[in-house]
């Protein structure tokens, strides 16, 4: 990313957080650390070689995103909840099909918004997720998620093995 660009994200990140936050100074005490990595994030992103992005996946990710955070918090609220909290933790290795790096992390990353997993570990192209229950039913959600990445990701997908 150039300094244009990162002097143009850091103004919108100090806007976001003045609307967030009333423009309250003592804030900026955690501002200033937050906006600081947000940069050096995009920072290094941006310098992650890969496919460009597909700004109709993108838009269809959103939803798909706020979607499933409301669902995989709901599941996880409810099954520990319960007074008959019948789960099963286990550790599966998924092996992701997706190529390109940024579409990689944006996967491990976004594999905690799932009801009951949390991404643990990435190693190259494998993933060891943490399920609650069912590592049957995690597998058939976390193909369902790479295949959203991969609609981000178009050229990323292209590699994908049915």
């Keep these: 990313m150039r300094s ?3 002097l143009w994200l850091a103004a919108g990140l100090v806007a976001a ?23 050096y994030a995009a ?10 992005l597909s700004l109709t996946g993108v ?5 798909f995103f706020l979607a499933e955070s409301l ?3 709901w599941n996880v609220a409810t099954a520990t909840l319960s007074p008959r909290m ?3 933790p286990t550790m599966i290795d998924y092996s992701i099909d997706l190529e390109d790096e940024r579409s990689l992390l944006l996967f491990a990353n976004c ?3 799932l009801p009951g997993t949390l991404a643990a570990d990435l190693d190259d192209r494998r993933l060891l997720v943490h399920v609650l229950d069912d590592s ?3 597998r058939k959600e976390l193909k369902r998620l790479e295949r959203r990445i991969g609609k981000i990701f178009p050229a990323a997908a292209a590699g994908e093995r049915s």
């Design 86 to 88: 019948r789960l099963t």
């Design 136 to 138: 049957a039913t995690a």
């Design 17 to 39: 957080w003045l609307l967030l936050t009333g423009s309250d100074p003592a804030s900026f005490m955690i501002a200033l650390p937050v906006i600081a990595a947000a940069l």
């Design 4 to 6: 244009r660009g990162q």
């Design 59 to 63: 838009l269809g990710f959103i939803p």
């Design 111 to 113: 594999v905690s918004l």
């Design 71 to 73: 669902r995989g918090g």
């Design 43 to 52: 920072r290094r992103l941006s310098n992650a070689t890969g496919a460009a």
